[in-house]
């Protein structure tokens, strides 16, 4: 009688697995579909894509703050300086911030402080105005891939790490590149309108994909766990400082951070001085249109500029050096 019961309770308990496939033995792989996943990888895409459109947007205005005695060269290199450090003391206390208070808040709070920042900048007049909300602007920018990080390692698979990285990195490229031409032409409405229509822009898109994100269904661990690997301990404070202690006594590290550093000082150089040179080899050819020359500074022409551009009156001042500063 006991044995019978025993196979019966058996029975009953393939039964029970066979109709409820989330009680199977065998992990279930339906959670997080590919189609969310696409959605999401689209949604992050876009995302900080749209944090360009408050970020070059100073470096579009470049020229038309030069051409109204805002600033010279050297008080703008210096602007841009300040906020680029600003960026990088901002990347440590942002990503801290993230971990307080979870990647979509603080989406949320970097977008809005880059979008109020930016309109305040649009407002200013005095150069120490335009240094503070140029640098505030970049402290909330900061934060902005560290939480799209943090994102990601909450809600994709951790064998999928790599390859949603290699294409979320591909996002600031290329909407370096359309913000630069949407600068373009926004920019002929002066200078004031990029700190006006940018950050409208950025406010809408970056809004509208953050409350997407908030649509999109969480990992659930359990139903994870398969694909995650084996699970690690907690870290408390004292193997947090052991591995940093490890990390910092490897030259591979030092080494990275060193290629970094430079990469970032060409690609920012670049970045902020090329619409500004465009535009005075332009203006020495007897060409002053601003537009096309913000829209040209991502795509820089790998000839170069002709070489007729620099030969006008005012070229050798304006584009090899001397003349105003």
């Known amino acids: ?53 408050c970020r070059a947007n100073l470096e579009a205005a470049g020229p038309l703050l030069i051409a109204a005695g805002k600033f010279d060269k050297t008080s703008f290199g210096a602007l841009t300086t300040i906020a680029t450090f600003t960026y990088a003391v901002g990347k440590f206390v942002m990503g801290a911030a993230g971990d307080a208070l979870g990647a979509r808040r603080l989406l949320a709070l970097c977008i809005a402080g880059s979008v109020v920042c930016s309109l305040a900048f649009g407002a200013s007049g005095a150069f120490a105005a335009f240094a503070l909300f ?19 390692g909450l809600r994709f698979e951790r064998r999928r790490h790599g390859t949603v990285m290699g294409i979320l990195s591909t996002s600031y490229e290329l909407g370096n590149v359309v913000a630069l031409n949407v ?34 269904p969480r990992r659930e661990p359990e139903r994870m766990a398969a694909h995650a690997g084996p699970a690690l301990p907690p870290a408390s404070p004292a193997s ?49 249109e601003l537009s096309g020359s913000i829209a040209r500074a991502p795509s820089f022409p790998p000839r170069g500029p002709s070489p007729r551009s620099w030969s006008g009156p005012g070229a050798t001042g304006s584009v090899r050096g001397g003349g105003r500063r």
């Open 1 to 53: 009688m006991a044995e019978g019961t025993r196979l019966l309770s058996g029975h009953r308990s393939k039964a029970c697995r066979g109709s409820n496939p989330s009680l199977s033995a065998r992990p279930s792989r339906a959670l997080p579909r590919r189609s969310g996943q696409v959605a999401l990888l689209a949604t992050l895409f876009v995302l900080y894509g749209s944090f360009y459109l």
């Open 134 to 152: 140029a640098a505030s602007n970049r402290f909330f920018q900061s934060g902005g891939w560290s939480a799209v990080v943090k994102l990601v």
């Open 183 to 216: 600068s373009s032409l926004v920019a002929r409405r002066g200078w004031q309108a990029l700190f006006l229509v940018n950050p409208l822009l950025f406010a809408l898109v970056g809004g509208a994909a953050v409350s997407m994100l908030g649509r999109q």
């Open 240 to 288: 947090t400082r052991a591995a940093l202690r490890a990390v910092f006594r490897q030259g591979a590290f030092w080494l990275a951070v060193t290629l970094s550093a430079l990469l970032t000082f060409i690609r920012m150089a670049f970045l902020t001085w090329t619409p500004t040179y465009l535009y005075e080899v332009s203006r020495a050819a007897g060409s002053a």
